[in-house]
């Protein structure tokens, strides 16, 4: 079993970079999926319209590192049925890091509004010709393609394992900065920093390991050479008494902000998961600046809670209870809100007067972005569960400046 799939090897989907493979039906995009990974991912057949449901598989590509590939249905689908999978691969676009155009000839409108759609949100985009083992003149088509397109396109063959590492290369050079070389913690840390992180083991934690943002904390902040205590907040004042002197900084669960930054000492910088979050999956500047909305609300108001992993909702959930119990104590029990989960998020958010969202660890950063630009376009406050809780508490001046 590969490290991009096995257990505690295995990096998070939300970490890795998404690269979709677009095109019409029936010009090869799963065929290129395969070759790209050495595997048979995706089913292939001669059928237009084989692919239905984006399929999405991981690997490592050297030297980017940790990848998701995605095998969307082809755009060009037809009817009822081929409408809904249209819509499906239009999602995946707001996920998309980097996009392959994948082509079996020259291009055709259809191609052409797809890479428009590319260029709007300026993801970088690899043209693919595939097919070239069949071509007479695959040269010529290639340079008809730049002409049309503006993109010469890189020349393969998936079926015949011609022009692959080809592919590869131009991915590599094409790749943005993928998320797992950006670092959580890097601006609020130097080597050898103390840092004490504080985290509730309560009924939302789940038996026998941590919390995904948890864990990605802690492993960024050994990557950046620091000394990492854990406690849970009942032994925080027995952690700082171990420690010896105060810590650098102290990350804690938005939940008990209160607590701990009354037991934190003086010089000691506070932060938690959710707002290093914030900063690492978003914008967090734009999450400080919706928090104000929350001194806007009245009992007529309309938040809108968004999580981006889907679970069974425990006793005292900080999305379906805690946080809506802090808003309606503040403003009135008539406050109304509504809680979505996963990838259901509302196309039209001009109804809400504020959208609270979770820390994203399950998004990449691209598509965490894409729902910050949809709730500005539409002019829509959003912040997100660490700086709404830490603004509630008359807290967040002190933690965003230090």
Sequence with gaps: MDNATSGFNATPQAARLHIAIYGRRNVGKSSLINALTGQQVSLVADVPGTTTDPVRRAMELHPIGPCLLIDTAGFDDEGVVGSLRNRRTREVLAHTDLALLVLDGPARPDDKAWLDLLRQQETPTVVVLNRVDTMPDSDGIAAQIRTQLGIA???????????????????????????????????????GDSVLLVMPQDRQAPKGRLILPQVQTIRDLLDNQCVVTCCTPGQMEHALATLGQPPALIITDSQVFEQVHRLKPAQSRLTSFS???????GDLEVMVEGAKALDRLTPQSRVLIA?????????????REKIPAMLRKRVGKELKVDVVAGRDFPADLTAYDLVIHCGACMFNRRYMLSRISQARQQGVPITNYGVAIAHLKGILQSIHNS
């Design 275 to 281: 707002i290093l979050m914030a900063a690492w999956k």
């Design 307 to 319: 999580e981006a992993c889907t679970h069974a909702p425990l006793s005292e959930d900080i999305g």
């Design 153 to 191: 396109p890189v020349l393969a063959s998936a079926t015949a394992g011609v022009g692959i590492d080809d592919v590869r290369r131009a991915i590599v050079q094409a790749a943005p900065q993928a998320a797992a070389e950006r670092s959580i913690t890097a601006d609020s840390v130097k080597p």
